[in-house]
């Protein structure tokens, strides 16, 4: 923010007035574009998630004039609104916090998918063993456990508790899924086509 603030002092200080504000228009506009851009890859995000049946149907409902995923987008910005009273250093510490976690789950599922699966059919394969690819993740292993440590409490106490409350809600959903409390699409798409081969038969 610093080095922005002086950009414009210097275009301020070169050209005037009107080039100082140009730019602060820019990083304004710029700014509202990058988060429509994240906003709306959240918002489809939610939707496959509701299409896998990971999440309840009405997760994916679109709007009738523009098809846009409302109930997602209304969702993913109450969360935006939820954590803006954090300072910013937080937010961030708090994103790499869990985007460590997020990678260090995928490595350790990586390798254990290998170690179970190793004959398994797979689009593309690393041409290595399992003491290969266990040295291979290591190396970011380390890093990502590096920004973890040097998070600080806020930053512990707010990923402990996403991360409680995203087990929490996978076991909810199981949960009433099995009791039919809600409604999800993939059942729905079994039962139809449970329902086609009776027919056929």
Same mark, same amino acid.
């Given at each position: 923010?610093?080095?922005?603030?002086?950009?414009?002092?210097?275009?301020?200080?070169?050209?005037?007035?009107?080039?100082?504000?140009?730019?602060?228009?820019?990083? #304004?506009?710029?700014?509202?574009?990058?988060?429509?851009?994240?906003?709306?890859?959240?918002?489809?995000?939610?939707?496959?998630?509701?299409?896998?049946?990971?999440?309840?149907?009405?997760?994916?409902?679109?709007?009738?004039?523009?098809?846009?995923?409302?109930?997602?987008?209304? /969702?993913?910005? $109450?969360?935006?609104?939820? #954590?803006?009273?954090? $300072?910013?250093? +937080?937010?961030?510490?708090?994103? +790499?916090?869990?985007?460590? /976690? @997020?990678?260090?789950?995928?490595?350790?599922?990586?390798?254990?998918?290998?170690?179970?699966?190793?004959?398994?059919?797979?689009?593309?394969? #690393? %041409?290595?063993?399992? %003491?290969?690819? =266990?040295?291979?993740?290591?190396? %970011?292993?380390?890093? /990502? =456990?590096?920004?973890?440590? =040097?998070?600080?409490?806020?930053?512990?106490?707010?990923?402990?508790?996403?991360?409680?409350?995203?087990?929490?809600?996978?076991?909810?959903?199981?949960?009433?899924?099995?009791?039919?409390?809600?409604?999800? =699409?993939?059942?729905?798409?079994?039962?139809?086509? #449970? @329902?086609?081969?009776?027919?056929?038969?």
């Amino acid at each position: 923010m610093i080095g922005i603030l002086g950009s414009w002092r210097m275009r301020q200080m070169i050209a005037g007035n009107w080039l100082k504000i140009w730019v602060e228009v820019g990083a #304004v506009l710029s700014g509202i574009g990058l988060y429509e851009a994240q906003l709306s890859s959240c918002a489809y995000q939610m939707i496959g998630m509701a299409e896998l049946g990971l999440v309840p149907k009405w997760f994916a409902s679109r709007s009738k004039w523009f098809g846009t995923p409302w109930l997602a987008i209304l /969702l993913s910005t $109450s969360i935006t609104l939820a #954590v803006s009273f954090m $300072s910013f250093e +937080n937010i961030i510490a708090s994103a +790499n916090f869990l985007y460590s /976690l @997020g990678m260090l789950l995928e490595f350790s599922s990586f390798i254990r998918l290998r170690y179970k699966y190793p004959t398994m059919k797979r689009p593309y394969r #690393v %041409p290595m063993r399992i %003491p290969g690819l =266990i040295i291979m993740c290591l190396v %970011p292993t380390g890093f /990502l =456990i590096f920004v973890m440590v =040097i998070g600080s409490w806020v930053v512990y106490v707010i990923s402990a508790g996403l991360t409680a409350l995203g087990v929490a809600m996978y076991l909810a959903m199981g949960y009433c899924r099995s009791r039919g409390l809600l409604k999800f =699409i993939k059942e729905e798409l079994v039962v139809k086509e #449970v @329902g086609t081969k009776i027919e056929e038969a």
